[in-house]
């Protein structure tokens, strides 16, 4: 009997010591430390757009043969020293006809002496000139000079004719032309027939204008047409001289736009720019833009996807939102179209959303504005000029789990967080049950990765030892089969 009692007081003996010792046992309380990662460049998608609208009102495009002379006073001499006369019957060019007014005049000149002065007369329908020129034999040649009366501009054809006695040019049956334009930039003619771009074919709206301009003159005015397949089209007479650079502008009246070809047309004088069976088919942006063709730099590659975006900013305003377009290396590049107003700055930047990361980079200053400049092409995008230094422009994920014995207390006003050394690079979303899903954030470096738990049920903090090394876009563990921690307590 004493022997029991002796094992029962030994028992409770030892129970009451192992008690003591727990309740002597305490770690060190800490505050709920509200762990918070900085999360800026994580943005929700842009989207951005740009109103393609202009504000251009329908242009008057002509030729422009206006001058400022005054209207002459010839007067044929007559001084009964020249014995001698020939004739020309004369007529317009098709380019000048069809500004004829009842003031022109034609003259014939010798030495800058007028010889002989006509206006215009009606012949089957046909205005012509009849002019008899006065003289001796063995003068210089015979100038012509015509006074345009509706445009208010004088016109000269030196040396036009060798004077000789009872000489003739043309008859009433056969007037000779006399190309006065020869004289002018409007000398020749090669014809066009132009198909626009699909987006201005579907915006097509009454007061739409074609017009083909070498340098800021009009060079001719199109008629819409139909090609021979049936598809809309324009035809025009461009005129100009050998060498002339022409380019075409199209206006489109729903967009209050007026749009430049990027495609120089090298004049020829009878060629043909496109034909009713093979239309030309150029390329028009909008005019004063520049274009950009932009590559993400390769440290980013990896995490591109579709639903990326790029934009163009003038200013710091939005001037371009780009599109995806294959380089000739088989790359993903975008190209922009680049507008501004003449209020805005030129400095010209560009911001980049990866889709995946959900991540906004900016450039700074990478080009300025210059109209009909090309910053970049298909053959060699410029590569956006994006540092990842000193920012946390990845992520990756972790599926953890509490211990056992911890989970079991575990309760919603608990903490958990990743940390690469004590900087905090994610916040724990509690799924149940003590489980939690992680974003982390990073760069390329791959730090050491530690997390760290408060227990809001008795203020204790824990932590583990490092667990793996940040690396982009991966994935710990899973929410079926997450990582259990080992954790242990922060003194």
């Known amino acids: ?24 046992v305490r770690f060190t309380t800490f505050e709920a430390p509200h762990w918070a990662v900085d999360m800026s460049g994580y943005v929700p998608a842009p989207h951005w757009a740009v109103d393609e609208t202009g504000d251009d009102e329908q242009p008057d495009w002509h030729i422009d043969l206006r001058g400022d002379d005054e209207p002459p006073a010839w007067h044929a001499a007559d001084d009964g020293t020249l014995q001698y006369s020939m004739t020309a019957v004369l007529r317009l060019s098709d380019f000048l ?44 040649p015979v100038t012509l000079r015509y006074y345009s009366a509706a445009n208010r501009r004088l016109y000269e054809l030196p040396a036009a004719y060798d004077f000789f006695q009872n ?63 049936g598809t809309p089209c324009y035809t025009l007479e461009v005129r100009g001289a050998a060498g002339d650079d022409i380019h075409l502008k199209h206006y489109s009246a729903s967009a209050r736009q007026v749009y430049k070809s990027t495609e120089r047309i090298a004049f020829e004088p009878g060629a043909d720019y496109g034909t009713a069976s093979q239309p030309a088919r150029p390329a028009l942006l909008p005019e004063n833009s520049m274009t950009a063709v932009v590559a993400i730099p390769e440290e980013l590659q990896f995490a591109a996807s579709e639903d990326d975006e790029v934009a163009a900013f003038v200013g710091g305003e939005l001037a371009a939102a780009g599109v995806p377009v294959q380089a000739a290396d088989g790359t993903v590049a975008y190209a922009l179209t680049i507008r501004k107003t003449d209020s805005q700055a030129d400095d010209v930047a560009f911001r980049y959303y990866n889709a995946r990361n959900s991540y906004l980079y900016a450039t700074g200053t990478v080009t300025q504005f210059a109209p009909d400049a090309a910053f970049g092409t298909l053959d060699e995008p ?45 916040v724990a979303e509690w799924t149940g049950a003590g489980r939690c899903r992680l974003t982390i954030i990073g760069n390329a470096d791959p730090a050491d990765i530690h997390l760290r738990y408060y227990s809001s049920r008795n203020a204790y903090l824990y932590q583990t030892d490092a667990l793996f090394p940040f690396q982009a876009g991966t994935d710990i563990g899973t929410e079926s089969e997450p990582i259990v921690l080992n954790l242990y307590n922060v003194q």
């Not at 010889?115 to 063995?138: C, M, P, Q, S, W």
């Open 97 to 140: 006809r069809p500004y004829e007014h009842p003031g022109d005049r034609l003259a014939a000149f010798i030495d800058n002496e007028c010889r002989g002065v006509a206006t215009a007369e009606g012949a089957d329908g046909a205005k012509l000139y009849f002019l008899h020129i006065k003289g001796n034999n063995g003068d210089n």
């Open 1 to 24: 009997m004493n022997t029991i009692r002796q094992i029962t007081l030994s028992s409770l003996l030892l129970l009451a010591l192992v008690a003591c010792r727990e309740e002597d």
């Open 382 to 426: 410029q590569v956006l000029p994006i540092s990842t230094q000193g920012k946390y422009p990845f992520q990756m994920t972790a599926h953890v789990a509490l211990p056992e014995h911890l989970a079991a207390y575990a309760d919603a006003q608990d903490e958990l967080a990743a940390f690469a050394g004590d900087e905090c690079r994610g």
């Open 167 to 229: 000489g003739e040019h043309g008859t009433a049956s056969a007037p000779e032309t006399a190309p006065f334009e020869q004289a002018t930039p409007y000398a020749q003619a090669m014809q066009a027939v132009v198909v626009l771009p699909q987006q201005l074919q579907d915006a097509a709206a009454q007061g739409d204008m074609l017009a083909a301009f070498c340098g800021t003159q009009c060079r001719g005015v199109a008629r819409p047409a139909t090609a021979d397949d």
